[in-house]
Nanobody, 116 residues
């Protein structure tokens, strides 16, 4: 099992920044891809960004150039730096890891609200 705990969400004004963190524990050596998803009210959960064990990254088109995903080498932390936030970024953000042998694991989610 892998346990994930997100932090860093909150209320921010349009144009502002937030940094989300996700701390992983448990079978961390089995972690391959780490990523962030989000789900807005009435919408499906969508991929925001992911980063592989080799550092290869993927971003949703809507966040390219504004968000940056990073992770530490120990597989214990993954971050999402979010800049130039707008109201369309309002959602619950979830951390997800894909392991080599044990499937996928999700965090409990953290709320991000962008509003003036």
């Amino acid at each position: 099992q892998v346990q994930l705990v997100e932090s860093g969400g909150g209320l921010v004004q349009p144009g502002g920044s937030l940094r989300l963190s996700c701390a992983a524990s448990g079978l961390i050596r089995s972690i391959n891809v780490m990523g962030w998803y989000r789900q807005a009210p009435g919408k499906e959960r969508e991929l925001v960004a992911s980063i592989s064990s080799t550092g290869s990254t993927k971003y949703a088109d809507s966040v390219k150039g504004r968000f940056i995903i990073s992770r530490n080498n120990a597989n214990t932390l993954v971050y999402l730096q979010m800049n130039s936030l707008n109201p369309e970024d309002t959602a619950v953000y979830y951390c997800k890891v894909q392991t080599l042998w044990y499937g996928d694991f999700w965090g409990q989610g953290t709320q991000v609200t962008v509003s003036s």
